[in-house]
Nanobody, 128 residues
Framework: VQLQASGGGLVQHGSSLRLSCATSGSTSENYAIGWFRQAPGKEREGVSCISLSDGGTYYADSVKGRFTISRDNAKNTVYLQMNYLEPEDTAVYYC??????????????????????WGKGAQVTVSS
């Protein structure tokens, strides 16, 4: 399974960006896709995730109401629409795939150790 994140960039406070995560290889609609981010000097944080089979989602409290995750199974792509960006959102954003999300008891998990496949990150920088 390969994942490729794209859509990062440098934007101003209050702006929007949409990240895309394109998957290829032996992915299945039973997978979950998660977005994680890591800022310099900080631990990796689960931002949002989505179940490809039923669309169930999770959002970290820090992004609720500002970020929206969605999927297009026909295009094998998951999106993260990020609105009202804040300098605190500056980080490298990664997408990852969990092939067995239902073992967590939830649609998908915010914990990175459940995700077996990772893409390279996309830098998001928000200026104040």
């Amino acid at each position: 399974v390969q994942l490729q994140a794209s859509g990062g960039g440098l934007v101003q406070h209050g702006s929007s960006l949409r990240l895309s995560c394109a998957t290829s290889g032996s992915t299945s609609e039973n997978y979950a896709i998660g977005w994680f981010r890591q800022a310099p000097g900080k631990e990796r944080e689960g931002v949002s995730c989505i179940s490809l089979s039923d669309g169930g989602t999770y959002y970290a409290d820090s992004v609720k109401g500002r970020f929206t995750i969605s999927r297009d199974n026909a295009k094998n792509t998951v999106y993260l629409q990020m609105n009202y960006l804040e300098p605190e959102d500056t980080a490298v954003y990664y997408c990852a795939a969990d092939p067995r999300p239902h073992r967590t008891g939830y649609y998908c998990s915010r914990f990175s150790y459940y995700y077996d496949f990772w893409g390279k990150g996309a830098q998001v920088t928000v200026s104040s």
